[in-house]
Structure formats: structure tokens, C-alpha cells
Nanobody, 124 residues
Framework: QGRLVESGGGLVQAGGSLRLSCAAS????????MGWFRQAPGKEREFVAA????????DYADSVAGRFTISRDSAKNAVYLQMNSLKAEDTAVYYC?????????????????WGQGTQVTVSS
């Protein structure tokens, strides 16, 4: 069984930065596509960013493109989300997800493994 654990969330002022980490354990996720999703209060969970199993290709939601960067360290079995120029509307619980294919996708139903989430709160 694989397990994903997110960390790095917290309270930050608008315009600030945070770096989220997702540590994988229980199995290797090195060839798995990884994604970040978020869910704001009263809203559906939405796609944020994804990276292929090789790490050679990334994809971003329009709302975060140019501000967020997804990356992975296969040796550490981890994926990261660097968030810059944060806005109040970025406030949400952020989830890490993995799927047993190299190809990344925005569709959350295609991810098999999920973390418990980490809260990000941006004050305006």
C-alpha cells in the first residue's frame, strides 16, 4: 500500500510564498504521474498542477500558471508545489495525488492515491 503525506501548509499574507511537500511511502512512486488538487470551503475540489512520471512535462490550471511550480525528486520519492504571489483565492486544503501511469491528467478520478491534505490560508 502506498501512502502520501503533505506538509508545508500554513498562514501567509497575500503576495507571499509557500512550498508544499508530498512525501510518498510504502511503495515507490518514481514512475507515477503526480498531481496537486485543492478544495476551498463550499467548493468542489479542483485541479492545480500535475507532473509526468519522468518529470519532463508539467501542467497547470490557468488560475495558478506563472505563480506555482510543481517539481519532483524521484530519489526522495517526493513531489513539491512552490507557490508564489499567493492570493486570498488560493486559500484551500491542498491534496497530493498519484496515479500508476506516467501520463499526467487533470481528472481527479484517475488518481489512485491521495494524501490527507494540508491547509493553506492566505490573508488579504
Amino acid at each position: 500500500q502506498g501512502r502520501l503525506v503533505e506538509s508545508g501548509g500554513g498562514l501567509v499574507q497575500a503576495g507571499g510564498s509557500l512550498r508544499l511537500s508530498c512525501a510518498a511511502s510504502g511503495r515507490t512512486f518514481r514512475s507515477y504521474a503526480m498531481g496537486w488538487f485543492r478544495q476551498a470551503p463550499g467548493k468542489e475540489r479542483e485541479f492545480v498542477a500535475a507532473i509526468t512520471g519522468s518529470g519532463g512535462s508539467t501542467d497547470y490550471a490557468d488560475s495558478v500558471a506563472g505563480r506555482f511550480t510543481i517539481s519532483r525528486d524521484s530519489a526522495k520519492n517526493a513531489v513539491y508545489l512552490q507557490m508564489n504571489s499567493l492570493k486570498a483565492e488560493d486559500t484551500a486544503v491542498y491534496y497530493c495525488a498519484a496515479r500508476p501511469y506516467s501520463l499526467a491528467t487533470r481528472q481527479e478520478q484517475l488518481y489512485d492515491y491521495w494524501g490527507q491534505g494540508t491547509q493553506v490560508t492566505v490573508s488579504s
